[in-house]
């Protein structure tokens, strides 16, 4: 297996694999079935990323946000490695562009999301592609077990049928021996194997706070943990209330939601990312594709309702291996919270078949008719209009989904549109007097058809190319023919698409499957008390629960815990610091702060302090002018 050595160095710069990740390479290189479940920043792009690019063909990746698939393409593309991306932001010919050069060109990668295997024009593009490898990212959205079940991934199990000798990886970070099945199952694995990476995290302490202030514990935390942070909350208006708070007291603090103009939630995450922000308050739309390794804690300011959830969350702290903290906050009526919950992801039936109902007549839908209709949807607006919260309409659009009715997309990119509201002899004036604009006019007129009788989508980057302006320029030019009303111009927009799957028939006649409701409840219980069972452990580790819920067996505790540091406290006139030992930390680390080096050892800090006078008198370490002790040399 050396040639996959020799392509991990040539275009990653790596000479080893991270744990566990040969293991899944080498299965894909033998052409096999397999479900890789990886903690959270392990390395899981590399693992169908470094097969393809050892044989020909192309990699066909799933993964549910354009703004992840664009962020992996332009990774990619940096390295000299050809990418696309096929999203509904592009117009009609850039598509087929794209889909000509993956069939003829050079691409490897080719990103898609869930949704467009239900479009029959791309599967026969597929099937015209040399296709090595099919990989599935977020795997757990497949399969209706599961905590972040999306009823867009049921369309993948059509993958087997359409490449039967194309093998499949499916990827996650989070998955039960039943959900990791079940997606075995739908995606009809052949000689398939779950590699399964240990849940262990060494250098993350897990700690649950009671408290009956949380701003208060919230505040004494970031206080005591340098570095940067994520604050979860469980609601939007909590989200702005909380980062308010922050700010109030000195925290340099962000907030994000997915109800922020999409330009507005990329420009937040980059200020957190690039440091100028030090702690981002969100709601669970922010986290997925975030690459961030030196993040010191993540609070949940309020309860999760699955361990998977948690787990993912809290592994977003700590990915670069040093100390760092997972912080859940407990408080109240936890059991009240578990009651509310359940009742909010699965709303009486009656209340399913009523918004139904309500969507059909919001999108004008006689009854007998709609079957493949899709609108572009807003769920807050719906859901303010009902009186009903936003959780509950998502929810019932899940149940009606998975009985074939209707589905909503993930959030995605909806290309803008142009309209002529002039006749040609019109326009052709306009031409005459007003010539700056002749080039966006004439790409326009050359690229697009109909254009004079309905709104067509068009790709603003395409115009800029076939004009020979910058994209900026040809924006503020159609924003300026706008203005004058000569055309009727949509921006491009992100919002998901809700799309009827049958004709629409009358609410009394909806029939709703058991198995979409009552059997799916039972699990979404079982996964709130597993998350309650967690908050309320009181011995034992909190680290070996995580890891036997995830089907590990034979795990040791972690030691670093809240329960263990409690239970070893007990002992400490006990422990020895040993010099040698912290001599091997401050060496390792290029030098430490006192306080981190505390926590290193479950000791009195007087036996600590001892230790490194000790080692300042023999000469060993020093303390410099920012207070980080290091080994001289």
């Known amino acids: 297996m050396s040639v996959l050595y020799e392509v991990l ?9 991270r744990p566990g ?13 397999t479900l890789a479940l990886m903690p959270t920043g392990a390395g899981k792009s590399l693992l169908y990323q470094l097969p393809t690019m050892a044989r020909p063909g192309v ?36 598509m087929d562009i794209a889909l000509d050069n993956c069939v003829y060109g050079d691409v490897k990668f080719l990103y898609i999301a869930p949704e467009r295997l239900r479009d029959n024009f791309f599967k026969e593009r597929l099937l015209r592609m040399k296709v090595s490898l099919l990989a599935i990212d977020e795997a757990h959205c497949i399969s209706q077990w599961g905590y972040d079940f999306r009823p867009s991934y049921l369309a993948l199990g059509t993958l087997r049928m359409l490449l039967p000798d194309v093998p499949i990886l499916a990827l996650t970070a989070s998955a039960t021996d039943k959900v990791a099945e079940d997606i075995m199952k739908i995606l009809q694995f052949k000689n398939g194997k779950i590699l399964r990476s240990s849940y262990s995290r060494p250098n993350v302490s897990f700690v649950v706070r009671r408290c009956d202030d ?12 340098e570095g940067s942070a994520i604050v979860y909350v469980r609601s939007r208006e909590r989200c702005a209330k909380v980062c308010e708070m922050l700010v109030e007291n000195g925290f340099s603090a962000q907030f994000y939601h997915a109800g922020l103009p999409h330009e507005e939630r990329a420009m937040r995450q980059e200020e ?19 690459d961030k390794s030196d993040v010191r804690v993540v609070v949940h300011y309020d309860m999760c309702t699955s361990l998977e959830a948690y787990y993912q969350e809290a592994g977003r702290a700590g990915r670069d291996g040093r100390r760092s903290y997972a912080v859940l906050f407990l408080e109240g009526d936890e059991e009240g919270f578990a009651s509310r919950r359940v009742e909010s992801d699965f709303p009486p039936l009656e209340e399913v078949k009523r918004i139904y109902d309500h969507i059909c007549a919001r999108m004008m839908i006689p009854y007998g008719e709609g079957a493949g209709v899709g609108r572009e949807f807003n769920v807050y607006e719906f859901a303010r209009s009902e009186g009903v919260s936003t959780e509950r309409v998502r929810n019932s659009i899940k149940i009606l989904a998975l009985n074939g009715l209707m589905t909503l997309s993930e959030e995605r990119e909806n290309s803008a549109r142009l309209m002529f509201c002039v006749s040609r002899e019109e326009l052709y004036d306009y031409r005459i007097n007003k010539c ?7 790409s326009v007129l050359r690229l697009y058809e109909g254009v004079f009788t309905e709104f067509r989508s068009i790709d603003v980057q395409e115009i800029a190319l076939y004009s020979g302006y910058t994209v900026e320029r040809v924006r503020e030019e159609l924003k300026n023919l706008w203005r004058q009303h000569i055309i009727r111009y949509v921006p491009s927009s992100f919002s998901p698409i809700l799309t009827l799957l049958s004709d629409r028939v009358p609410e009394r006649d909806l029939y709703i499957a058991p198995y979409s409701y009552l059997h799916r409840k039972e699990a979404a219980v079982e996964r709130i008390e597993a998350m309650m069972n967690y908050a309320l452990l009181a011995e034992g580790c909190r680290s070996q629960y995580i890891q036997r819920y995830f089907g ?8 670093v815990c809240d329960l263990c540091i409690a239970r070893r406290k007990g002992n400490m006139g006990t422990v020895v610091v040993s010099t040698d030992e912290v001599l091997r930390i401050v060496s390792e680390r290029g030098g430490v702060s006192p306080r981190d080096l505390a926590r290193e050892f479950a000791a009195e800090p007087e036996k600590i302090v001892e230790a490194v006078t000790k080692l300042m008198e023999e000469k060993k370490i020093y303390c410099d002018g920012g207070g980080i002790l290091r080994r001289k040399m």
């Not at 990740?21 to 079935?33: F, T």
Request: hydrophobic share 40%.
């Open 9 to 17: 160095n040539k275009w990653w710069g790596y000479k080893e694999f």
């Open 21 to 33: 990740q040969r293991e899944v390479v080498e299965r894909v290189v033998e052409g096999l079935d």
């Open 59 to 94: 990699c066909v990746v799933v993964t549910p946000l354009v703004a992840l698939m664009k962020d992996q393409v332009d990774n990619l593309n940096r390295r000299g490695i050809k990418a696309v991306a096929l999203h509904s932001g592009l117009s009609s010919r850039s």
């Open 552 to 559: 590990e067996s034979n795990v040791e505790p972690c030691g």
């Open 214 to 225: 949380k701003d208060e514990q919230l505040r004494r935390v970031l206080g005591n943990v």
């Open 436 to 442: 700056e604009t002749e080039g966006v006019l004439l």
């Open 272 to 290: 957190w990312q690039s440091g100028q922000k030090r702690v981002m308050v969100a709601t669970n739309a922010f986290g997925m594709g975030i």
